[in-house]
């Protein structure tokens, strides 16, 4: 199992972006930047299509943190490049293909039977470290909100060295706790 702290998992992955265009996306060229992958169980299903479409229309939000957001499956760039182009319009962040289930082993959210996995997020931070992760069951949504409050305090306390700590519900601008 991972442990927050811990180097995260490194991975390179192919993937789809914007209309159709396929790229690479790799751990080790995202150095300095806060990285968010989340994994989702499948391609044309039903809450899959509400989570990727969520976090598409927060991009802007998570780039100005400093962020790239990565979905990942284990279905193939191919089957992501259909989806993209049949029903979920232009994507603003990348769906990576985890067709060999490597990644999605390496994060502890695969599914070893049914080969696909469970809704696990990640967020690592600029130096590959990992600072949270969740995984929620297959039928239940994650809620980008939460998300980007989540990424917001990590990237506050981090950058307070630790002398600040957020108190429950914290969101930006609001009060935070000194340790004595």
Known sequence: MLQIGQKAPRFTMD?????????????DKLEGKW???????????????????????????????????????????????AWIQSDLGEMKHALAADLSKQVARDYGVLLEDAGIALRGL??????????????????????????????????YVEKSGGAEACPVNWKPGGETLRPQ
Do not use: M, W
Not at 130 to 150: A, F, K, P, S, T
């Open 15 to 27: 993937a789809v972006i914007g209309k159709g265009d396929f790229v690479t996306v790799s751990s």
């Open 35 to 81: 990285k968010v992958l989340y994994f989702y169980p499948l391609d044309f299903t039903f809450v899959c299509p509400t989570e990727i479409t969520a976090f598409n229309e927060r991009i802007a939000e998570f780039e100005a943190l400093n962020t790239t957001v990565i979905g990942c499956s284990t279905d193939s760039k191919f089957s992501h490049r």
């Open 122 to 155: 990640f967020i690592i931070g600029p130096d590959n470290k990992l600072h949270y992760q969740l995984v929620h069951d297959l039928g239940i949504g994650r809620n980008v909100d939460e998300v980007l409050r989540v990424l917001q305090a990590i990237q």
